[in-house]
């Protein structure tokens, strides 16, 4: 087996096997054969341990390798402090997948799982000891924490447990009842002390054996310690270094991701050098003691010396008192810029003083940014199948731009604008700090990856007031003038060893800023409104998109349009267009037709859907089949389950009725219509007209948010559109349509431009203005705020890049257990044996796999009958070779009509086991039982492999 930079490493698995690559460091003092003889312990056992205690343990994050596990322990303390949420610390075992965000955590997870790691190699090396439940038919290699853990699940559903310790009668069916016996009656034990019908003994008495040898070599595998310990070869001048660095990624995770102000930390260093120099008598106590004890007399001016020395050894003191590098706000910003990988933003005075935008150079952040090995590895990922639209470079605008379509390493951008309120928005400061922000990410990064925060990168930030006053041309100029440069020139990458163009991709905005950009009217009451079409808001209420009566926006008449109206005098706008757009003045390989895409959230999430369902919740109230009472009772009362926990929607306020919308946010507007046929189906008539409307939206929407489309799906788009339209203005002919549900009639055609939707839309985006709020809460600073706001942003990116990695583990588990392959359903078995010699595995309750949580419990699209998809749901998640496997009990299922739904049933308790590639669909979906039917309702539109 080899490790992640190629050397040989030693596998420690649930089961020790030899191999022909392992590298294995001997001690022949090690073998002290005659304690093995007075033990009577097998000799092949006890070198069973000397090759755990000298394989060579390999770092996770870098080319590290080490001959003992603490000295890896202290690698990581070491090197690698500077973990967080995004780059948590790997546990040390190599077929582990578990991380940590905290070193407490990890040290926990060692001595809880990894302890008796010595024991474990005895233990499996002779007959492995189980634990059978006596209550079930459930059997695992034995740990005390996995045994117990299993007899609580039998206390949750109330069933009478025996406590599974010799000579113990008690019982009981009260989970805390149990806790209280167990911790009062029984301490920390051995398997030979808990009954032999629930675990099985080793003949031989091996734990007693265990015990002796694992304390007799405690001190060549020290799992437990967690000290720094002792290098001879370290050197100091280099260890000081480095912990001086650590102390400034302490100071700079407070201020850039706990969001500690600087005036706080200022203080925290104060009192922590005044606590340490008025220690200086303890230490010169302790010291005098010391020499005393052993004998030895010295000189009072020799005793100042020695404790003085070990005064300036403590680096956080040196480095953070009077005159250190670290001591101020101000010198710790200087040391941050010169040793991380730190760009800081520029001041662009906006021709008068006091009117200023902050610009982070967007060159140099690319540069920084593919510094970091992940950036270059995911946008040289493979792409996928041919014949889908799966990404923006599937697109006909990607593939026709000359440009991004020559097959070489280029850099589209996407660029988002927005404006954010950054003060209370219901204060007397309202509209006072309003801001415009300008982000950017790399298009060609899958989006499973460019999704994370710290992916979208800030370039501009500017005050509202001084945009409208200057204009989109004074404050993108140093932003404009830098992307000519990379369309042009390119940008230097190192890893690359040449010059790599680009350009601006697209602009993902709402649409009154991509209109305000574009140079299109941004007024949507009348008139020609749609920027993808020349059609008119009163040709919307009449005519659909797919009767192709509507003609297109195309580049040679989009600049026709512009020309006519800076040539007239008198024109305002001509077909909806006012004037030109600064970047497709600025840049060759950008146009404003195919460059802003539309956006499904303020589209659908926050526009059509919170306002149908007002209209339509309003005529069913009505029609008595409930009340609001009634509906808002449903919505706080129902068990929502896994992530609709995070996006339940709210109670419908009173107002709504008048107002002629919900409201809401677009988490909870998309949980709302997608849960609602469970809330209130079973009420509602069947075949009821203003049901249908809501539930073709819902269909819509599930479309809209599919992540990858084939010919087929995109016809099929079309129609839900066309039937949704048609039902909305059956049941409502006096509603007027909305700008909005005109633009929504473009998606099929437009995601052939840009590739799906869901991957150019503002969501995340938006969720990036909760840093900036954050840090202006925290600072409570209005003073240059642009600057505070721009500089912080990018400490924050600093510290993400002076990570070993700048994204998360593809694979990520907080706690696993080995669990025996003979105990396991035979199809899992099969399953297993196809991967894996090993007689155990590890499993888990949940794993996340790409940002996404697969939980026990969670129900998954797999398969396929009659053209609709099966589901399967979670029972246990296997972790064969860094490999997830999903074991699920099977269900049949039928779609509900009326409710949009699938039904489920158990298809007599079959059982299958699957991988992530096999699944329909990555989003493992909850079921609820509703009126003793379990429903499933999915969240987006799910294409079925057909096999």
Same mark, same amino acid.
């Given at each position: 087996?080899?490790?992640?930079f190629?050397?040989?490493?030693?596998?420690?698995g649930?089961?020790?096997?030899?191999?022909?690559?392992?590298?294995?460091?001997?001690?022949s003092?090690?073998?002290?054969?005659?304690?093995?003889?007075?033990?009577?312990?097998?000799?092949?056992?006890?070198?069973?341990?000397?090759?755990v205690?000298?394989?060579?343990?390999?770092?996770k994050?870098?080319?590290?390798?080490?001959?003992?596990?603490?000295?890896?322990?202290?690698?990581?303390?070491?090197?690698?402090?500077?973990?967080?949420?995004?780059?948590?610390?790997?546990?040390?075992?190599?077929?582990?997948?578990?991380?940590f965000?905290?070193?407490?955590?990890?040290?926990?997870?060692?001595?809880?799982y990894h302890?008796?790691?010595?024991?474990?190699?005895?233990?499996?090396?002779?007959?492995?000891?189980?634990?059978?439940?006596?209550?079930c038919?459930?059997?695992?290699?034995?740990?005390?924490?996995?045994l117990?853990s299993?007899?609580?699940?039998?206390l949750?559903?109330?069933?009478?447990?025996?406590?599974?310790?010799?000579?113990?009668?008690?019982?009981?069916?009260?989970?805390?009842?149990?806790?209280s016996?167990?911790?009062?009656?029984?301490?920390?034990?051995?398997?030979?002390?808990?009954?032999?019908?629930?675990?099985?003994?080793?003949?031989?008495?091996?734990?007693?054996?265990?015990?002796?040898v694992?304390?007799?070599?405690?001190?060549?595998?020290?799992?437990?310690?967690?000290?720094?310990?002792?290098?001879?070869?370290?050197?100091?001048?280099?260890?000081?270094n480095?912990l001086?660095?650590?102390?400034?990624?302490?100071?700079?995770?407070?201020?850039?991701?706990?969001?500690?102000s600087?005036?706080?930390?200022?203080?925290?260093?104060?009192?922590l050098?005044?606590?340490?120099?008025?220690?200086?008598?303890?230490?010169?106590?302790?010291?005098?003691?010391?020499?005393?004890?052993?004998?030895?007399s010295?000189?009072?001016?020799?005793l100042?010396?020695?404790?003085?020395?070990?005064?300036?050894?403590?680096?956080?003191?040196?480095?953070?008192?009077?005159?250190?590098?670290?001591?101020?706000?101000?010198?710790?910003k200087?040391?941050?810029?010169?040793n991380?990988?730190?760009?800081?933003?520029?001041?662009?005075?906006?021709d008068?003083?006091?009117?200023?935008?902050?610009?982070?150079?967007?060159?140099s952040?690319?540069?920084?940014?593919?510094?970091?090995?992940?950036?270059?590895k995911?946008?040289?990922?493979?792409?996928?199948?041919?014949?889908?639209?799966?990404?923006?470079?599937?697109?006909?605008?990607?593939?026709?731009n000359?440009?991004?379509?020559?097959?070489?390493?280029?850099?589209?951008?996407?660029?988002?604008?927005?404006?954010?309120?950054?003060?209370?928005?219901?204060?007397?400061?309202?509209?006072?700090?309003?801001?415009?922000?300008?982000?950017?990410?790399?298009?060609?990064?899958?989006?499973k990856?460019?999704?994370?925060?710290?992916?979208?990168?800030?370039?501009?930030?500017?005050?509202?007031?001084?945009?409208?006053?200057?204009?989109?041309?004074?404050?993108?100029?140093?932003?404009?003038?830098?992307?000519?440069?990379?369309?042009?020139? !390119?940008?230097?990458?190192? @890893?690359?060893?040449? *010059?790599?163009?680009? $350009? +601006?991709?697209?602009?993902?905005? &709402?649409? %009154?800023?991509?209109?305000?950009?574009?140079?299109?009217?941004e007024?949507?009451?009348?008139?020609?409104?749609?920027?993808?079409?020349?059609?008119?808001?009163?040709?919307?209420?009449?005519?659909?998109?797919?009767?192709?009566?509507?003609?297109?926006?195309?580049?040679a008449?989009?600049?026709?349009?512009?020309?006519?109206v800076?040539?007239?005098?008198?024109?305002?706008?001509?077909?909806?267009?006012k !004037?030109?757009?600064?970047? @497709?003045?600025?840049? *060759?390989y950008?146009? $404003? +037709?195919?460059?802003?895409?539309? &956006?499904? %959230?303020?589209?659908?999430?926050?526009?059509?859907?919170?306002?149908?369902?007002?209209l339509?919740?309003?005529?069913?109230?009505?029609?008595?089949?409930?009340?609001?009472?009634?509906?808002?009772?449903?919505?706080?009362?129902?068990?929502?389950?896994?992530?609709?926990?995070?996006?339940?929607?709210?109670?419908?306020?009173?107002?709504?009725?008048?107002?002629?919308?919900?409201?809401?946010?677009g988490?909870?507007?998309?949980?709302?219509?997608?849960?609602?046929?469970?809330?209130?189906?079973?009420?509602?008539?069947e075949? &009821?007209?203003?049901?249908?409307?809501?539930?073709?939206l819902?269909?819509?929407?599930?479309?809209?948010l599919?992540?990858?489309?084939?010919?087929?799906?995109?016809?099929?788009?079309?129609?839900?559109?066309?039937?949704?339209?048609?039902?909305?203005?059956?049941?409502?002919?006096?509603?007027?349509?909305?700008?909005?549900?005109?633009?929504?009639?473009?998606?099929?055609?437009?995601?052939?431009c840009?590739?799906?939707?869901?991957h150019?839309?503002?969501?995340?985006?938006?969720?990036?203005?909760?840093f900036?709020?954050?840090?202006?809460?925290?600072?409570?600073?209005?003073?240059?705020?642009?600057?505070?706001?721009?500089?912080r942003?990018?400490?924050?990116?600093?510290?993400?890049?002076?990570?070993?990695?700048?994204?998360?583990?593809?694979?990520?588990?907080?706690?696993?257990?080995?669990?025996?392959?003979?105990?396991?359903?035979?199809?899992?078995?099969?399953?297993?044996?196809?991967?894996?010699?090993?007689?155990?595995?590890?499993?888990?309750?949940?794993?996340?796999?790409?940002?996404?949580?697969?939980?026990?419990?969670?129900?998954?699209?797999?398969?396929?009958?009659?053209?609709?998809?099966?589901?399967?749901?979670?029972?246990?998640?296997?972790?064969?070779?860094?490999?997830?496997?999903?074991?699920?009990?099977?269900?049949?299922?039928?779609?509900?009509?009326?409710?949009?739904?699938?039904?489920?049933?158990?298809?007599?308790?079959?059982?299958?086991?699957?991988?992530?590639?096999?699944?329909n669909?990555?989003?493992?979906?909850?079921?609820?039982?509703?009126?003793?039917s379990?429903?499933?309702?999915?969240?987006?539109?799910?294409?079925?492999?057909q096999?």
């Amino acid at each position: 087996m080899r490790g992640r930079f190629g050397q040989p490493v030693w596998i420690k698995g649930p089961q020790l096997q030899t191999t022909t690559t392992t590298t294995l460091i001997f001690s022949s003092a090690a073998l002290n054969l005659e304690k093995l003889n007075r033990m009577q312990v097998d000799p092949c056992l006890y070198k069973e341990f000397c090759f755990v205690s000298n394989m060579i343990w390999q770092c996770k994050l870098c080319a590290a390798s080490f001959t003992s596990r603490i000295q890896l322990f202290r690698h990581y303390r070491l090197q690698h402090s500077h973990y967080s949420r995004i780059s948590p610390l790997p546990c040390l075992y190599t077929d582990y997948i578990c991380t940590f965000q905290t070193l407490n955590a990890l040290s926990t997870h060692l001595s809880r799982y990894h302890t008796a790691q010595l024991s474990s190699c005895a233990e499996q090396s002779q007959r492995p000891v189980l634990f059978k439940c006596p209550l079930c038919t459930f059997q695992q290699p034995f740990s005390e924490t996995g045994l117990f853990s299993h007899l609580r699940k039998h206390l949750k559903n109330h069933e009478t447990v025996t406590c599974p310790y010799k000579d113990c009668r008690y019982s009981t069916n009260v989970y805390s009842s149990f806790n209280s016996h167990k911790s009062r009656a029984h301490q920390a034990s051995l398997a030979t002390d808990f009954q032999s019908d629930i675990v099985s003994e080793d003949p031989h008495n091996l734990q007693a054996s265990i015990s002796e040898v694992a304390s007799d070599l405690h001190e060549e595998c020290p799992g437990q310690s967690t000290e720094v310990g002792n290098d001879d070869q370290c050197d100091t001048d280099s260890l000081r270094n480095q912990l001086k660095k650590n102390v400034s990624s302490l100071f700079l995770k407070m201020q850039a991701i706990l969001h500690v102000s600087n005036t706080a930390t200022q203080e925290i260093v104060e009192h922590l050098n005044q606590i340490f120099s008025l220690s200086e008598p303890l230490i010169k106590e302790a010291v005098s003691d010391i020499l005393q004890r052993n004998g030895h007399s010295i000189a009072e001016p020799t005793l100042s010396e020695v404790v003085a020395t070990v005064m300036d050894c403590n680096v956080l003191s040196t480095s953070t008192s009077k005159g250190a590098e670290l001591s101020s706000t101000k010198r710790r910003k200087t040391f941050i810029e010169c040793n991380y990988p730190c760009v800081m933003p520029v001041e662009y005075q906006l021709d008068q003083p006091g009117h200023t935008s902050m610009y982070v150079p967007i060159l140099s952040m690319i540069q920084e940014l593919f510094k970091n090995t992940d950036i270059l590895k995911k946008i040289t990922e493979p792409n996928t199948a041919s014949g889908q639209y799966a990404s923006c470079s599937d697109g006909s605008h990607f593939l026709e731009n000359d440009l991004l379509s020559t097959g070489d390493l280029i850099l589209p951008l996407q660029l988002y604008i927005d404006e954010l309120e950054i003060a209370n928005p219901l204060g007397t400061s309202r509209k006072i700090h309003k801001l415009c922000a300008v982000y950017w990410v790399l298009a060609n990064v899958p989006p499973k990856y460019r999704s994370a925060l710290h992916a979208i990168q800030l370039a501009i930030l500017v005050k509202v007031t001084d945009l409208r006053k200057y204009g989109y041309a004074a404050v993108l100029a140093p932003l404009l003038r830098d992307v000519r440069t990379l369309e042009q020139d !390119g940008v230097f990458i190192e @890893r690359v060893g040449q *010059n790599v163009r680009g $350009t +601006i991709f697209c602009v993902s905005a &709402d649409n %009154l800023a991509a209109h305000g950009l574009g140079g299109f009217v941004e007024s949507f009451r009348a008139g020609h409104v749609c920027r993808f079409c020349m059609g008119s808001i009163e040709q919307f209420q009449v005519i659909e998109v797919r009767e192709r009566r509507f003609p297109q926006r195309t580049e040679a008449s989009h600049d026709l349009h512009v020309q006519t109206v800076q040539e007239s005098d008198t024109l305002s706008s001509h077909f909806g267009v006012k !004037g030109g757009c600064v970047l @497709r003045e600025s840049l *060759n390989y950008f146009h $404003t +037709i195919t460059g802003f895409p539309p &956006d499904i %959230l303020h589209d659908l999430l926050e526009g059509i859907v919170p306002m149908e369902l007002s209209l339509c919740v309003k005529e069913m109230i009505r029609l008595k089949y409930f009340t609001l009472e009634y509906l808002n009772h449903k919505i706080t009362s129902f068990p929502y389950q896994h992530t609709d926990k995070v996006d339940r929607p709210q109670p419908l306020p009173k107002m709504f009725l008048s107002r002629g919308t919900i409201g809401g946010n677009g988490h909870e507007n998309a949980t709302l219509l997608r849960l609602l046929p469970l809330l209130v189906g079973s009420v509602v008539p069947e075949g &009821d007209k203003v049901w249908a409307v809501l539930m073709e939206l819902k269909e819509v929407v599930e479309l809209a948010l599919c992540p990858s489309f084939t010919d087929e799906t995109l016809d099929y788009f079309v129609c839900k559109i066309s039937d949704h339209r048609q039902a909305l203005l059956e049941v409502f002919p006096e509603v007027r349509l909305r700008p909005k549900h005109h633009y929504v009639e473009h998606y099929p055609a437009l995601v052939k431009c840009f590739g799906p939707l869901l991957h150019v839309w503002t969501m995340r985006f938006e969720a990036k203005h909760r840093f900036f709020k954050r840090v202006v809460h925290d600072t409570q600073n209005f003073k240059n705020i642009l600057k505070t706001m721009a500089v912080r942003h990018q400490h924050m990116m600093a510290y993400h890049l002076a990570a070993p990695s700048f994204f998360k583990p593809k694979t990520q588990a907080s706690r696993v257990d080995s669990v025996l392959v003979s105990a396991l359903p035979e199809v899992a078995q099969a399953h297993i044996r196809e991967q894996t010699t090993s007689d155990t595995i590890y499993k888990t309750s949940k794993v996340t796999i790409d940002g996404t949580d697969y939980v026990c419990g969670m129900f998954l699209s797999v398969g396929v009958s009659g053209g609709l998809s099966k589901f399967s749901k979670i029972k246990q998640i296997y972790l064969v070779n860094h490999n997830v496997s999903f074991l699920c009990c099977d269900y049949e299922s039928w779609y509900v009509e009326h409710l949009r739904s699938y039904e489920l049933s158990t298809a007599d308790t079959s059982l299958s086991i699957h991988l992530q590639s096999d699944l329909n669909d990555t989003v493992p979906l909850s079921a609820y039982t509703i009126d003793d039917s379990l429903l499933l309702t999915p969240k987006r539109f799910i294409q079925v492999r057909q096999n």
